[in-house]
């Protein structure tokens, strides 16, 4: 069973303000990831981390930003919210090796307005 | 350019009867397949892959194939059930030129089961 969670699961904020979405997991994996998804679409990588204070860019480029203090704890951030930033943003997480799958969490279904 | 792809947005089967769910990639280097099963408002779940040496893997009602020569994979799932309704995607995976190991996801296709 995965151990992997996000909150909020949905949120509706005004234009401009700052917002930080939480991801935990608890089954020690080394690496994580955030997946942007609009309906009908892909799911596309926007940041994933290796491990604690390694983050990279996804191939879908974001304004979002992510930090990895911790193993379990993988937070995604926008600075100043848009109307674009509308979308459902899914957290994975998945044990070192190849083939193995990923974990996802329920995802938080953020709305700008 | 979409590396994997499914083509059939929507897919609408008679319970008890066979779902098939197709799949097609560009990139002969992917080396894992994996299926996702996703409810509305809900995060995907891992249902079934398939290692690239394979053909064939198969669990419980669930079969994925694998043509490596058309680069295509399916999804038999036998008997459907009203519960597998459900967006289901096709993911593969495979190390980049920067040593990076990820997955791209196709867009996937909207299974209904109807009772």
């Known amino acids: 069973e995965a151990d992997i969670y996000q909150t909020p699961r949905y949120l509706v904020i005004g234009t401009g303000k700052k917002i930080t979405l939480e991801c935990s997991q608890t089954m020690g994996h080394d690496k994580m990831y955030w997946y942007q998804q609009d309906p009908g679409m892909e799911l596309h990588l926007i940041h994933y981390s290796y491990g604690v204070n390694s983050t990279e860019k996804g191939d879908l480029s974001s304004e979002s930003t992510v930090s990895r203090i911790r193993t379990e704890h993988f937070p995604l951030t926008l600075e100043s919210a848009r109307p674009s930033h509308t979308s459902q943003y899914l957290c994975?997480?998945?044990?070192?090796?190849?083939?193995?799958?990923?974990?996802f969490g329920q995802g938080t279904r953020l709305t700008v307005v | 350019d979409q590396q994997v792809k499914q083509n059939s947005p929507s897919l609408s089967v008679q319970e008890g009867r066979i779902s098939i769910l197709n799949c097609d990639y560009t990139?002969?280097?992917?080396?894992?397949f994996l299926w996702y099963k996703k409810y509305p408002a809900e995060g995907p779940t891992f249902l079934i892959s398939?290692?690239?040496?394979?053909d064939k893997n198969e669990d419980g009602r669930f079969t994925v194939f694998l043509n490596k020569s058309a680069k295509h994979l399916s999804l038999h799932i036998v008997p459907s059930q009203p519960g597998d309704s459900a967006v289901y995607f096709c993911a593969a995976s495979a190390v980049s030129t920067s040593g990076t190991y990820k997955y791209i996801f196709g867009t996937g296709t909207r299974l209904k089961v109807l009772a």
């Open positions: 398939i290692s690239s040496i394979k």
């Open positions: 994975a997480s998945r044990q070192v090796g190849s083939g193995t799958e990923a974990f």
């Open positions: 990139n002969s280097m992917f080396d894992y």
